[in-house]
């Protein structure tokens, strides 16, 4: 299984950044994705899950500014962010079948991460 995630970027304050994940040898629409995110110093926390038939899950500081969405025929998550603040800045990881607020990877299928800088 692989993972590999894209659209990391720097963004403005204010700005938006979609974050994509494409999947092989793992479907997304039977799986639950995730994304996580560990900014500087800090532990890394879900911020967002997706599961069929498209149950979906944000963290509160997620809610209302960022959409998780898939695209079942590219086999893609995407993370589409909005109203980015610098706290948003951090290294995000796009996950499979990981499951926790924190992150575990004992468990799952992880990516290597895209950096987003918001300043």
């Known amino acids: 299984v692989q993972l590999v995630e894209s659209g990391g970027d720097s963004a403005q304050v204010g700005g938006p950044l979609q974050l994509s994940c494409t999947a092989s040898?793992?479907?997304?629409?039977?799986?639950?994705m995730s994304w996580y995110r560990q900014a500087p110093g800090k532990e890394c926390e879900l911020v967002s899950s997706?599961?069929?038939?498209?149950?979906?899950y944000y963290a509160i500081f997620a809610k209302g500014r960022f959409t998780i969405s898939q695209d079942n025929a590219a086999n893609t998550v995407y993370l589409q962010m909005t109203s980015l603040k610098p706290e948003d800045t951090a290294v995000y990881y796009c996950a499979a079948e990981a499951y926790g607020r924190q992150c575990n990877r004992d468990f799952g299928y992880w990516g290597q991460g895209t950096q987003v800088t918001v300043s």
């Open positions: 040898e793992l479907s997304v629409d039977s799986s639950t």
């Open positions: 997706i599961s069929a038939p498209f149950n979906t």
